[in-house]
Structure formats: C-alpha cells, structure tokens
C-alpha cells in the first residue's frame, strides 16, 4: 500500500516539483550574487502577499467542488458566475495588494515599490481567477497530467528568469519577483486555453447575488483554516519586519526556512497521493481492521518523514556549503535543522484531519490550525524582541508540533476514534530527534556516517514490517 501511495505522490505531485529541485541546484549559481538583505526584502514581501493571499478567493473553491459534485449537469453554469465575481473581486483585490505592498515595502527596497507592487498586483488583477477555475477542474476530473505539465513548465521559466536576473543582470531580490511575474503570465496562457476555448468557462459578470451571497455564507467560514498555514509558514517574516528586525537578519531566516518549503512541497505531494486512500478505509465505519490499517500507513509515512528529516539535518551543514555559495548566508543552518524537524508532524496531522473531514467535523479545523497558528504569531510578537530571530524557529516548531498531535485529543475526534495512534509518543520522538541531529549536525565526518546508516537500517526494517501486516490482511 505504501509503495502504490508513494508512485501516486510521484506521478500526481512530485513531476510538478522537478522545476523546485532544479531550483535548489541552481543556488551555487545565484547565491553569489545575493545578500542577505536581499533575502530579507523578499522574505518580508512574499509574506506580506502570502497574509492577503487568503482572501484572494474567498474560499469558493470550496463551492465550486461541491457544486461539481453535486450538480454534474449545471456545475458549469454556476462556476461561470463565480468566474465572475471572482474576476471583479479579484480586481480590488489586486489595487488592495497594491496598496499594501507599497505602504509596507522594506526601507531597502524603497526605490523599487512602485514596480514591485505591479509586479504581484497586476497578474492578481487579470490572471488569477481563470487559475482558481483549472486547477479545481483538472483536480476534480482526476486528470492531474495537465496540471504536472502547466507546472513544469511555469517552474522552469520561473527558474530560467530567476537565473539571468539575477547572475547576469545583477537585480538581486527583483530577479525574484521578475520570475513570478513571467511564470505566471505563462500559467495563464496555459489555464486560459482549457478554460475558455476548451470548457467555455466563460464568466458572467451579470451573476445572481443570492447565488454568490449563499456561495460565500458556505466559502467565508474556511478563510480561517487556509489563513492558519500561513500563520505558520511564512508570518515570521513579516511579524520580524514589524519588529523591525535588521533585514539581514530576517534574510538568514528567509534562506532557513525556504529548506522547510522544499519539504513541504514535497510532502504535500504525499498528502494528495494519500488522502483518497485513508477516505476509502474510512469509509468502512466501525470496521476496526480499516481502523488498524490507517495505523499501519500513518505510522510508516511518519516513519519515512522522520527518517528523510534527520538524514538531510545531520548533513545539513554540508549542505549549505554545498548549495549556498555565500559565506554569511551558510551560517543560517542551525535554524534550518528546526524548522525542517518541525514539518513532520503532517502524517499524524493528515490521518485526524481525514477523519473529521470524513464525519463532517469540518468546523472544528480551526481548533487545530487556526490555533497554531495565530499562537505561533503571538509568541513570535512576545519572544523574539527577548531572544531574537532564532526564537521564530522555535516557535514555528512548537506550533507545528500542537498541529500535529493536538488533533487527537479534540472530544469530536476521541468520541469516534476505535484505536490509539500513541501520539505523545510520537511527539517525544520528533523533540528526541530534533535535540540529537540539532548537536549531531557539528560532529567528525565518520560519527556522521555511522549515525546515517543506523538511522538507515532502523528506518527501513519499521516501515518493511508495518508494511508486511499492512499487506498480510
């Protein structure tokens, strides 16, 4: 089972994150050419966009799948007036983002606010609402290949723009922005042959307000629970700027954490591979076997996570040296190591909120994310003027660590739980982990590979005996 889950992540997900992994590659190339205050500015500004990104759809991507599911025959109908509002919010939303970016750009990149604000508001304005209506599309008809392709494509002209902006003309941070801008111009070419000459999708702006005033009493209560991620992944950066934390600073931060997005990007391939397979065995209410089987999955994806994790943190200074051709920016891996640690709470995070999903406890998200983050958030504002930078790390860790494991302990969860997951144990491995490779990362080259292949051995022999019971029933 886990070898049928981890193909489908490979094929599903993973195809459309060889432009992110070229993108690692490519760091002995441009980190030459960076700083850390250029690392700082974009940190601060892609936060910035990331805490309005939320309200970008107003969660109608939620109606737009339920009125698929529901209604196979009329779904286009409704979709189309929910292009069109979506098409006319997404305009003031753009001028908002606009606004806000140029207000609150870092003071190093004063000179450059107006075309940085253009540069994220003016695909928002004009681009993003035929996205929303392809991806929701290619996903629900499970046809994934059209959005691996669009993918692949949009990453490697983001890649290829980053690289010559950057090395060859010098833009710095810009050379980021610049990437985005013409990826996405390129993503929309793609999305909008599919949704309109293909799917005649095409929006009606003359729309029926009860329509969307009913879509948005269902899609406004899910904003919370999608704006808990970035809670989470990137508001540190933005809660350091208000600090006003020293840019280079929030640029060792930023080069740090962008290692936890090269997992979390992974690893969300696995979500979506595994997600089908744990409704199926849900689906067979009180059937403890099916119970015991999402165990026996659960257990060898953390398993596998904690492995993968504690491998690439033990050599994680390495690494740096590797991929990070700057002096000053290689120092950043001691927070790399905890903030890596910290996403391995998903497995555990993914077989609760598939069962809540599954009983329509969908309200109670926000008792898991929503309080992650807006706690991670709050210790951010109260610890790191006392500890400094470092401290978001900690917290983001913390955090992620309730996430994972709190779910268990909601009533709604316990009430219909037929077996334990053992979640403080697992929690007191991920902090036992975390403290071993966060000292093991500094010692002798042999002690090093020794540590490697005993993780190695003890890793495999779990995972190929969960995986026998697994296959045994």
């Avoid at 590797?322 to 995070?349: E, T």
Wanted: hydrophobic share 55%; proline share 4%; aromatic share 16%.
């Amino acid at each position: 089972m886990l070898r049928k889950l981890l193909s489908d992540a490979a094929i599903y997900g993973l195809a459309a994150q060889v432009p992110r992994l070229a993108g690692v590659l490519t760091l002995p190339i441009v980190t030459p050419h960076l700083t850390t205050e250029d690392y700082g500015i974009a940190g601060v500004v892609v936060a910035l966009v990331a805490g309005l990104g939320f309200l970008q759809y107003l969660g109608l991507a939620v109606v737009m799948v339920n009125s698929f599911v529901n209604h196979p025959l009329r779904y286009k109908w409704i979709w189309r007036q929910l292009h069109g509002f979506i098409s006319i919010w997404t305009l003031l939303y753009g001028l908002l983002l606009a606004l806000v970016i140029y207000l609150v750009v870092p003071v190093g990149a004063v000179g450059n606010k107006i075309q940085i604000a253009l540069l994220f508001a003016v695909p928002v304005m004009f681009f993003s609402a035929t996205e929303v209506q392809s991806n929701v599309f290619f996903q629900l008809s499970q046809r994934p290949l059209p959005i691996a392709i669009r993918s692949f494509v949009v990453g490697f002209v983001v890649l290829a723009v980053n690289v010559y902006s950057i090395s060859y003309l010098k833009l710095g941070y810009l050379g980021w922005f610049y990437g985005q801008f013409f990826g996405t111009v390129v993503g929309f070419l793609f999305n909008a042959y599919f949704v309109y000459a293909s799917e005649h999708l095409w929006p009606i702006f003359n729309f029926k307000w009860n329509r969307i005033k009913k879509s948005l009493r269902i899609s406004i209560p899910v904003i919370p629970h999608h704006m808990s991620f970035f809670l989470l992944d990137t508001s540190d950066k933005l809660v350091m700027g208000m600090l006003r934390v020293a840019l280079p600073k929030i640029g060792l931060y930023n080069v740090a954490s962008n290692f936890g997005s090269y997992f979390a990007s992974a690893s969300s391939a696995v979500v979506q591979a595994a997600t089908p397979i744990y409704m199926q065995y849900y689906s067979r209410k009180g059937d403890k076997e099916a119970a015991h089987q999402v165990r026996r999955i659960t257990f060898s994806l953390q398993t596998l996570f904690m492995v993968v994790t504690s491998l690439a943190c033990i050599w994680m200074k390495e690494v740096f040296k590797v991929l990070i051709k700057n002096d000053s920016l290689q120092q950043a891996y001691p927070i790399a190591i905890v903030i890596l640690m910290g996403y391995n709470f998903r497995p555990l995070y993914l077989a609760v909120i598939n069962h809540l999903n599954y009983l329509e406890h969908t309200d109670k998200f926000w008792k898991i994310s929503t309080v992650a983050g807006v706690v991670n958030v709050i210790l951010n504002f109260l610890l790191v003027p006392i500890y400094g930078y470092k401290a978001a790390a900690f917290t983001t860790f913390a955090c992620l660590m309730y996430m994972g494991y709190g779910g268990f302990y909601l009533k709604e969860y316990k009430k219909s739980a037929l077996i334990n997951f053992y979640p403080m144990l697992w929690l007191s491995l991920n902090i036992l982990l975390l403290v071993m490779v966060y000292y093991l990362v500094t010692v002798a080259f042999l002690y090093k590979v020794l540590v490697t292949i005993a993780i190695s051995v003890v890793g495999i022999t779990s995972i190929y005996v969960l995986q026998r019971r697994t296959n045994a029933v």
